[in-house]
């Protein structure tokens, strides 16, 4: 498993060279946009050589947001764009790093509103400055009135219900919701998504998802404590492999689907110990933010005309599709 990097590094620096024609084209392009507030503009680093800063609430240890970082990365590279990748789990040292990328001059922002509440300021500066602003994978229901731009990502709380009618045709009675990040809207909503549709028990479990040891622990005490629970609904790949493990360990016969995807997990689908996983696309979501920017800058183009999301999910992955996904899995891009 990789790790992201720690708070307040950055990483992913990326320039290549592209076709001296091809930028003529793109800055000829932006001249005659004009330029307001945060505006596309040919200036500031536009086209070649732009500086975009994706901040995320990733914490130490979440192999997830290495598909999100390697899908920006390949953006930044296909654009010509210097690219730099931070995240920090805590929404303060998170807001802190937006605001040192309005300081530092950033040309765009992409930013994860998993605690919106503490985006609002330093987004509200970033626009001040005429940095252009977009959200990614978190925030579905909170990046217009944060004053975002444009929004990449899943609804959850679809993607939640999805799972909830899933479970009902399984027959399952009695679901656990593992929650690995107390207070992230994105993953109270998949519970709360699955609680409206699936017509048995809903309970959820909360973790602290930076230990994976205390997490298959803390699972398989539950599952020993009631041996009702029939399924267990993990909320990231890995942890859903810990799910697997605690099922192992507490000798229950509750069965697992998570949310995401990496190759171990593709595995497990394909051996069936997991029933599915719901892929909302990590690796799209950094890809398309970064994108967007550069579109953004280069020919005023807005995803969604400014009022609707992009969604990337949710897809299922299950054992009878799963072959069409694992080679990109085994690339680390799915």
Known sequence: MNTPPPPHTSVGRIRVAVLASVLCLLVSGCSVLGAADDGPDAGGGAGGGMKVTLVTHGGKGDAFWDLVRRGAEAAAAKDDIDLTYVSDADPAAQADLVRDAVRGGADGIAVTL????????????????????????????????????????????????????????????HALCVVHERGNVALEARCAGVRKTFDGDTDNLYVDGSDMNAVTATIASRL???????????????????????VRQSGSRAKVATFDLNKDLVDAVRDGEVQFAVDQQPYLQGYLAVDALWLYRTNGNVSGGGTAPVLTGPAFVTRSNVSAVARF?????R
């Open 224 to 246: 020993r404590q009631d041996t009702s629970i029939d399924e267990v609904v993990a909320l990231g790949a890995q942890y859903g492999l810990s799910a697997v493990e605690a």
């Open 329 to 333: 899995a085994a690339a680390g891009t």
């Open 114 to 173: 998993a605690k919106p509440a503490a985006m609002r300021g330093p987004v509200a500066q970033a626009k001040a400055a005429g940095i252009p602003v977009v959200g990614l994978n978190s925030g579905i229901d909170a990046w217009r009135p944060t004053g975002l731009l444009e929004y990449f990502g899943q609804d959850e709380s679809v993607a939640g219900r999805a799972v909830g009618d899933k479970l009902d045709d399984f027959k399952a009675e």
